[in-house]
């Protein structure tokens, strides 16, 4: 089992829908959560850090971190075509700079 | 934040040769990281280059096909070795900054072929 789980899509929406990305994990001793925005042939970009449970608003994203069940989510409000990219969730237990990153989801966002 | 570039930024190279990508960033960072993401897989990291000494290898990745250099704060390589076609993958680097705990930028990346 992979420490951090995240379904690779494609997901496809149309403008203007709230899009829900998440990830699961298994180890408890992460305590980093972050979400990384990576367009085709770029590097990943930061979007969201969010340590330990609760959430994060920035704009038109939220990030939720519930870590009972070791689940957590990036919510994208009124989806743009411009949000179309591969999102990556990513986690690390805060000791080493580590970050272990799930598989990423590839979303696209329909004018 | 952190500017960071990389070369080269794709390269196509012959099995059994070796190459040497470069990261360089806009300002003194006192981590920086070396990830492999392969076609459809999540980044993994490779090593973390520590400057004034030894690189930390992750498991599954030895210095012999991996050596890395950080002979300052801005500036680090990374060679992969005696390349097979299994090598062929985007190479990234990453730097922390320390302005927020874990907070990572990314290069754009060396997508690399061996053929």
């Known amino acids: 089992q992979k420490e951090v789980e995240q379904d690779p899509g494609p997901l496809s929406v149309p403008e203007g829908a709230i899009v829900s990305l998440n990830c699961t994990y298994s180890?408890?001793?992460?305590?980093?959560f972050m979400w990384y925005r990576q367009y085709s042939r770029k590097g990943p970009e930061l979007l969201m850090y969010?340590?330990?449970?609760g959430n994060k608003e920035d704009g038109r994203f939220t990030a939720q971190v519930d870590k009972s069940s070791k689940y957590i989510s990036l919510f994208i409000r009124d989806s743009q075509p411009s949000d179309s990219a591969t999102y990556l969730c990513?986690?690390?237990?805060?000791?080493?700079?580590?970050?272990?990153f799930g598989q990423g989801t590839t979303l696209q966002v329909k004018p | 934040s952190a500017v960071i570039s990389q070369k080269p930024s794709r390269d196509i190279c012959q099995r059994g040769t070796s190459l040497t990508i470069q990261c360089q960033v806009d300002?003194?960072?006192?981590?920086m990281f070396w990830y492999r993401q392969q076609p459809g897989q999540s980044l993994t990291l490779i090593a973390t280059?520590?400057?004034?000494?030894?690189?930390?290898?992750e498991s599954g990745f030895v210095i012999d096909k991996f050596p890395i250099s950080r002979p300052n704060l801005t500036f680090s390589t990374l060679t992969v070795s005696n390349m097979s076609p299994e090598d062929s993958s985007i190479y990234l680097c990453?730097?922390?900054?320390?302005?927020?705990?874990?907070?990572?930028?990314f290069g754009p990346g060396t997508r690399l072929t061996v053929t």
């Open positions: 990453s730097v922390e900054t320390g302005e927020k705990v874990y907070e990572q930028y």
């Open positions: 180890n408890s001793a992460f305590q980093y």
């Open positions: 969010t340590y330990s449970s």
């Open positions: 990513a986690m690390s237990a805060g000791n080493t700079g580590k970050l272990i």
């Open positions: 300002s003194q960072v006192t981590m």
């Open positions: 280059a520590n400057q004034g000494s030894e690189a930390t290898y």
